[in-house]
């Protein structure tokens, strides 16, 4: 299974952008679907998750009521909407798809099993 993640761009402050990830291949059933950044020169940081089963989100600390995360069941699609983009939210943004639950599910990046190839995203001042 392999994680496509697109939508990634260079947006100005105070711009807005909308990731999107689907897996190709073959459908796997899905516990939750998270998103990850790297940005130049630091670790990979926790952004926003979604519990499939009822669209339940989680939010990093950093994202919080900028960011929102959505699924679409029907196109196994999961979405992450990120507004009044600042700077520091310039990264590599990953998806990540976990199958089964997991007691450090959504934070920790080491229990998905899938991973997208990542999208830039690039935020000027």
């Known amino acids: 299974v392999q994680l496509q993640a697109y939508g990634g761009g260079l947006v100005q402050t105070g711009g807005s952008l909308r990731l999107s990830c689907a897996p190709s291949?073959?459908?796997?059933?899905?516990?939750?679907m998270g998103w990850f950044r790297q940005p130049p020169r630091k670790e990979r940081e926790f952004v926003a998750a979604?519990?499939?089963?009822?669209?339940?989100?989680y939010y990093g600390d950093s994202v919080g009521g900028r960011f929102t995360i959505s699924r679409d069941n029907a196109k196994n699609t999961v979405y992450l909407q990120m507004s009044s983009l600042k700077p520091e939210d310039t990264a590599v943004y990953f998806c990540?798809?976990?199958?089964?639950?997991?007691?450090?599910?959504?934070?920790?990046?080491?229990?998905?099993?899938?991973w997208g190839q990542g999208t830039q995203v690039t935020v000027s001042s």
């Open positions: 291949g073959r459908t796997v059933s899905t516990y939750g």
């Open positions: 990540a798809a976990k199958t089964l639950y997991g007691s450090m599910w959504p934070r920790d990046g080491n229990v998905y099993d899938f």
């Open positions: 979604i519990r499939w089963s009822d669209g339940r989100p």
